[in-house]
């Protein structure tokens, strides 16, 4: 996500849509209010546990590259 760092925005909840299936697929521990918005605004939303496995890299304030792996399995992640 904006302003996060790539481990805050690799752990963070998903959501995936697709033109078909016309839903919106979202991991369970998405707020109830943006579920709620997502409806209101016509979405088919179905829940899930899980969604996806995603690695990880960012550009560093300082110029380094780091690295992150997704904390839904186990796995790591090294920059070098």
């Known amino acids: 996500g904006w302003g996060q760092c790539i481990d805050e ?8 849509h697709q033109w078909s299936a016309d839903q919106a697929v979202c991991e369970r521990r998405l707020g109830p209010e943006i579920l709620d918005e997502l409806q209101r605004m016509g979405h088919n939303v179905r829940q899930i546990a ?7 890299i960012e550009w560093a304030r300082a110029g380094q590259l780091g690295a992150a792996s997704d904390p839904r399995v186990p796995s790591s992640a090294r920059a070098g």
């Open 9 to 16: 925005a690799l752990g963070g909840p998903r959501v995936h």
């Open 50 to 56: 899980s969604a996806a496995v995603a690695q990880g």
